[in-house]
């Protein structure tokens, strides 16, 4: 049995290849769906997570890191209400000119 060496394609040749297939719908395969895991992790410093601690109890949570994403999640709705707000405003001035 002979062995055939493979030689290693050039960026354009698989670009080319890419770009060949990726247009040839048999090519594709099903669909996957990807869910994230959902966890994150932040660093925090001692002085940052002692003060949460402090203002979870002061609030009365469980804990300083449900404090924290109960924090986050409202900041978060609060900025995308002031975006929509400030783009729905956008899009009514450019309304009346």
Not at 38 to 60: E, Q, V, W
């Amino acid at each position: 049995m002979a062995t055939m060496k493979k030689r290693k394609l050039t960026e354009q040749e698989i670009d080319e290849i890419v770009i060949s297939e990726a247009n040839d719908i048999c090519k594709w395969e099903e669909p996957i769906s990807v869910k994230p895991s959902g966890a994150a992790s932040i660093r925090l410093s001692p002085d940052t997570i002692k003060k949460a601690k402090y203002f979870a109890r002061l609030h009365k949570y469980r804990g300083y890191q449900t404090w924290l994403r109960r924090i986050i999640e409202e900041r978060i709705k609060t900025e995308e209400e002031i975006i929509l707000k400030d783009l729905k405003q956008s899009l009514e001035s450019e309304i009346r000119m």
